[in-house]
């Protein structure tokens, strides 16, 4: 399976600011993709990032507060917008073949909004 | 609306006994169902998977069976051993879609 970096592996920041998360893979990967580990949940799915066009979100996230970048096959950014306390949660970024096939996952970002 | 549920927060086994793990689930468009563990401070390892045109798939000392009919699927891992502690999550997809819905995951325990 692929090696998925991120970066920062933790940062703590301030109501209002924003963070991009950078997520590396050591080889090209069809899909990427988005996920939130809020305390306590599970895993929710942002968004699906694709490769020289617009991601596609999942219900009840959207472009202006979660834009994503994927300039090629091997990276992704995902940045927090205008951060609020209730987006301190892990954001995990995973690759995949696709539909029907297994996720890899990167080892996270933990984010502390205070 | 939870779709995928672990209703087991917690479980602990002894070395060397069996632990399974169990993950119900409310959609039937459901038709891939995978288990990850997850370790503090890393991201979910992808374990096993399985397709709803079987109902069991086995790897080394993991098995996951599934039962469609009650919409229910578990992990059985033997023997247990002290480095599987950790916290499990059960996660489905739609075929023709490619989000996974996780369950909250069971944290466990296998003591010596």
């Known amino acids: 399976s692929a090696v998925i970096s991120q970066k920062p592996s933790r940062d703590i920041c301030q109501r209002g600011t924003s963070l991009t998360i950078q997520c590396q893979v050591d080889s090209q990967v069809t899909m990427m993709f988005w996920y939130r580990q809020q305390p306590g949940q599970s895993l929710t799915l942002i968004a699906t990032?694709?490769?020289?066009?617009?991601?596609?979100?999942e219900s009840g996230f959207v472009i202006d507060k979660f834009p994503i970048s994927r300039p090629n096959l091997t990276f992704s950014t995902l940045t927090v917008s205008n951060m609020s306390p209730e987006d301190s949660s892990i954001y995990l970024c995973?690759?995949?073949?696709?539909?029907?096939?297994?996720?890899?996952f990167g080892p996270g970002t933990r984010l502390t909004v205070t | 609306d939870q779709q995928v549920k672990q209703n087991s927060p917690s479980l602990s086994v002894q070395e060397g006994r069996i632990s399974i793990l169990n993950c119900d689930y409310t959609n039937s468009m459901f038709d891939y169902f995978l288990w990850y563990k997850k370790y503090p401070a890393e991201g979910p390892t992808f374990l096993i998977s399985i397709s709803s045109i079987k109902d069991k798939n086995e790897d080394g000392r993991f098995t996951v069976f599934l039962n469609k009919s009650a919409k229910h699927l578990s992990l059985h891992i033997v023997p247990s051993q002290p480095g599987d502690s950790a916290v499990y999550f059960c996660?489905?997809?739609?075929?023709?879609?490619?989000?996974?819905?996780f369950g909250k995951g069971t944290s466990l325990l296998v003591t010596p």
């Open positions: 990032a694709n490769q020289g066009s617009e991601a596609t979100y």
């Open positions: 995973s690759v995949g073949e696709g539909a029907g096939y297994e996720q890899y």
């Open positions: 996660a489905a997809s739609e075929n023709s879609g490619y989000a996974l819905n």
